[in-house]
């Protein structure tokens, strides 16, 4: 089930920063999460961040934490992820998901390719 929309991501460089955003279609008034997992080539999906929705409490992949911080707007039902300092490791393609009350199951995003370059 896809339903999310993704967009920020891109080529930069090596130390270089990338703000990816993630826009639910409807109200996020059932949303207990939202974060990211990215895939990198030949490599099994991994949680980079999530943040619950109605507290804003975090939680990070260890790979990325310290460099990339997860945020959202309720106003606008959006998720950020602001990811700093990045290295070619994290070049992969990052899935934006949310998790709501319920047993409605998991939406993803299409995904938005990040590639960083040494």
């Known amino acids: 089930q896809v339903t999310l929309a993704e967009s920020g991501g891109g080529l930069v460089q090596a130390g270089g920063s990338l703000r990816l955003s993630c826009a639910a279609p409807v109200s996020t008034f059932g949303t207990a999460a939202m974060g990211w997992f990215r895939q990198a080539p030949g490599k099994a999906r991994e949680l980079v961040a999530r943040?619950?929705?109605?507290?804003?409490?975090?939680l990070y992949g260890g790979a990325v934490e310290g460099r990339f911080t997860i945020s959202r707007d309720n106003t606008t039902n959006t998720v950020f992820l602001q990811m700093n300092s990045l290295n070619p490791e994290d070049t992969a393609v990052y899935y934006c998901?949310?998790?709501?009350?319920?047993?409605?199951?998991?939406?993803w995003g299409r995904g938005t390719q990040v590639t960083v370059s040494s």
């Open positions: 943040i619950t929705w109605s507290n804003g409490i975090t």
């Open positions: 998901f949310e998790d709501r009350y319920g047993s409605t199951p998991r939406s």
